[in-house]
């Protein structure tokens, strides 16, 4: 497993992420079973949101009570969760930055976070009113790191302006199948649809600004279009060459789909979505395979992305 030090923080984490938007399809004993498997693999670093669940919270507290929360194994998890959504509307008021943190910390049974996230940008935001939020608990304690996800670089910048916590995370979907923080600036300057600057630039900002990128659906066509991998019909091309790459490493197509996320230079982190404890496990072995420039290109390519 590759560790990344997060930038301005103190935090040494596994460039693969457990993500528990799933978890409560699994039962406390299937839970327990697919996080210790995780940590046993080399992952710390846990992502939750107090929306995942069927209702509200409920994947934070089945994660707590599968692995019966104790402050010892709690240090040996780095530990993050997001707020924001809320029912049909996004909410970054300072009262509900506050009210959805204290839940989120009971559900998981600790008495402070890692990182906070704000899940979805709020275009009715007042910065002033989140630093007020965010200072409140930094001082108490509740949270030692902040960021965002699904946010902008101008809007990473205007929050940056009045928050004096320095924003430490972006969470962004990716995965070769869907890369619009890559492909514009690859087709820079040419009249196609692949050119048209959908992103502002935010591979490279985050990079510029030593902000974290943590890629979520690393496995997805779309936005939860399905899996691209296995899929004959759209990707034939994408398949046969995850294939005959996965056949030279001896490893499985699951793990070149993470490992084309991993061999970016921007050390991004890898947001697993899956409850299957097998592909988890292959996901881990993408942690540090070492794929080569030329590979990189061709599976981009072959995912029927322009390479001028």
Request: aromatic residues 8%.
């Amino acid at each position: 497993m590759k560790y990344i030090e997060i930038a301005n923080t103190d935090l040494k984490a596994s460039n693969i992420v457990m993500g528990n938007m799933r978890l409560k399809q699994l039962s406390l004993a299937e839970a327990e079973t697919l996080i210790r498997t995780a940590m046993e693999e080399g992952i710390n670093f846990f992502d939750h949101a107090d929306i995942y669940g069927p209702s509200y919270g409920e994947c934070e507290a089945h994660f707590a009570e599968a692995v019966q929360m104790n402050p010892s194994l709690r240090e040996q998890m780095i530990l993050q969760s997001k707020c924001g959504i809320r029912k049909g509307f996004f909410d970054f008021s300072k009262e509900h930055i506050l009210e959805s943190t204290d839940g989120i910390l009971k559900r998981l049974k600790t008495d402070y976070l890692d990182v906070l996230l704000l899940h979805r940008p709020d275009t009715l935001m007042e910065p002033s009113e989140i630093a007020e939020a965010f200072d409140i608990l930094h001082k108490s304690g509740k949270v030692r790191y902040f960021g965002v996800s699904n946010h902008t670089p101008t809007q990473v910048e205007l929050l940056q302006k009045y928050i004096p916590h320095k924003l430490i995370v972006n969470q962004l979907q990716l995965s070769v199948a869907h890369s619009p923080i890559i492909d514009s600036s690859i087709a820079f300057n040419m009249n196609v649809d692949q050119s048209i600057n959908r992103d502002s630039g935010i591979l490279e900002y985050s990079r510029l600004k030593e902000m974290t990128i943590q890629a979520w659906s690393p496995f997805q066509k779309g936005f939860f279009e399905g899996p691209f991998l296995g899929d004959l019909d759209s990707y034939p091309e994408l398949n046969q060459t995850i294939d005959e790459i996965a056949a030279k490493y001896g490893v499985t197509n699951t793990s070149v789909a993470v490992a084309w996320i991993t061999r970016h230079p921007a050390n991004m982190q890898v947001v697993l979505g899956t409850m299957n404890v097998q592909r988890l496990k292959d996901s881990c072995v993408g942690s540090e395979l070492p794929l080569t420039r030329e590979e990189w290109y061709r599976i981009y390519r072959t995912a029927g992305h322009i390479i001028p």
